[in-house]
Nanobody, 123 residues
Framework: QVQLVESGGGLVQAGGSLRLSCAASGLTFSTYAMAWFRQVPGKDREFVAAISWSGGRTLFADSVKGRFTISRDNVKNTGYLQMNSLKPEDTAVYYC????????????????WGQGTQVTVSS
């Protein structure tokens, strides 16, 4: 049974940093592309960042480029999203997702999803 469990969310002031983690089990994590999405109430889930199975390729939404970093540790079966210079508009529930296929920005590209972790950025 595949499980993705996010952690690391919380409340932070604008300009601060958080690191989200996504612990994977029940899959050969090193062969899966991974991504982070976020969602606020009443809006569609939004792409944030993606990373290839090897970690050699990354992709970012324009809104987070230069502030967020995505990485992975295939030994620990864990993915990460380092978020710096946080803004109030970054407030959302953040989800990690994984798929054995090619990585990219579309929600439909990913077969497996975590439950999400809340990130709140105060002004």
């Amino acid at each position: 049974q595949v499980q993705l469990v996010e952690s690391g969310g919380g409340l932070v002031q604008a300009g601060g940093s958080l690191r989200l983690s996504c612990a994977a089990s029940g899959l050969t994590f090193s062969t899966y592309a991974m991504a982070w999405f976020r969602q606020v109430p009443g809006k569609d889930r939004e792409f944030v960042a993606a990373i290839s199975w090897s970690g050699g390729r990354t992709l970012f939404a324009d809104s987070v480029k230069g502030r967020f970093t995505i990485s992975r540790d295939n030994v620990k079966n864990t993915g990460y999203l380092q978020m710096n210079s946080l803004k109030p508009e970054d407030t959302a529930v953040y989800y990690c997702a994984a798929d054995p296929g090619a990585y990219g920005p579309g929600t439909k590209m990913y077969s497996y999803w975590g439950q999400g972790t809340q990130v709140t950025v105060s002004s």
